[in-house]
């Protein structure tokens, strides 16, 4: 049983509530987000009307499925990220985020900004720390390389995703961060989630490299109650026993991600296809499958990339996407209104 509470409760009916519960037979576990208090009853067998009338209730909510504060099942309007100067991701606010896999220095920061700023894209990823599979790969520039990111893209109001690979990470990262990156290594890290659960700023959740629905969900769970109400998922392909490309991605978890969470969900091609010239198709299907933003890579010259430049669209390629993004809402097979990011 989910129970939201009212805002602002005196401590006494606090005190009282949590107390009668308890003689119901309820074990409890207390959340308490940036907006809202729930309490999560676990037993059986209880009733909700006896409950939905207690003194600090707001509301009550029977859900069976174990991930009870993601579900669409309570939360029937949409979840909405706002970054703040009108960056909106969710609900008919579509999210654009492009840059390379990696920041590798300060002109390619220039350059892309520029891409940006000229495409009207409001949205920049770009990795700092890197996890890659050999340990004589490109790792990134790390945080000097993070505040030469934020510098460039605070100037000319570009908000920032980047990702997070350590605990230890998050408070030096925090004030040149607009979301933090869960990768799918880190997508079952349940110490990280938890701290990422304790800030205020968007959290993207990226699907594990094997991982299930269910497992998405629940680490969208765990930093939901540990605090933060602010998540994205994004489904970036499983590891399938297809090799023709570099993951499966599967488009199918786009409409069944909407249908079960009310929180936005991101596709990227980038990663789920791995080859540069199919990008673009996987991107624009991905939004007609439902999705609420892309994440995609673009590099000013892919074959000099450090990191990934087999699957980064070069800056021709990005405004082509962009352009056909664009030209769904003409057909009206998107929504009623223009996709604008």
Not at 168 to 182: A, L, R, T
Request: charged share 25%; proline share 4%; hydrophobic share 40%.
């Amino acid at each position: 049983m989910l129970i939201e509470l009212e805002n602002n409760l005196p401590e006494k009916v606090s005190v009282d509530l949590y107390a009668k519960l308890l003689d119901l037979g309820f074990r409890l576990t207390e959340v308490k987000t940036q907006s809202s208090s729930f309490l999560i009853g676990h037993g059986e067998g209880r009733d909700i009307r006896s409950v939905g009338l207690l003194p600090g209730v707001k509301n009550v909510y029977e859900l069976s499925e174990p991930n009870k504060l993601v579900s669409s099942k309570w939360r029937l309007d949409p979840t909405v990220i706002d970054l703040g100067e009108g960056v909106l991701i969710g609900n008919g606010n579509f999210g654009m985020m492009a840059g390379p896999c990696s920041i590798e220095g300060e002109k390619q920061i220039e350059h892309t900004v520029e891409h940006l700023i000229k495409n009207n894209v409001r949205i920049m990823r770009g990795g700092v720390f890197k996890p890659r599979s050999s340990p004589y790969s490109f790792r990134g520039l790390g945080l000097e390389g993070l505040k030469m990111f934020f510098a460039a893209c605070q100037a000319n109001g570009i908000k920032i995703i980047t990702e997070v690979m350590q605990i230890e990470q998050v408070e030096s990262m925090y004030k040149y961060v607009d979301i933090f990156q869960v990768g799918a290594r880190n997508s079952q890290n349940f110490n990280l989630l938890e701290v990422l659960g304790r800030v205020d700023k968007p959290v993207m959740l990226k699907r594990g490299l094997s991982g299930t629905i269910e497992e998405l969900l629940a680490s969208a769970e765990y930093v939901f109650s540990s605090g933060n109400e602010k998540i994205l998922l994004c489904e970036r392909g499983i590891r399938t026993y297809e090799n023709a490309y570099r993951n499966t991605l599967d488009l199918n978890a786009v409409p069944i991600l909407k249908e079960r969470s009310h929180l936005p969900v991101i596709v990227d091609p980038s990663h789920g296809i791995g080859i540069r010239k199919h990008v673009e198709r996987m991107a624009l299907a991905g939004v007609m499958a439902g999705a609420d933003g892309l994440i995609v890579e673009v590099h000013e010259n892919p074959e000099k990339a450090l990191s990934d430049g087999q699957q980064s669209l070069n800056f021709d390629e990005a405004e082509r996407l962009y352009q056909n993004l664009r030209i769904l809402n003409t057909m009206n097979l998107k929504s009623e209104e223009e996709i604008v990011f």
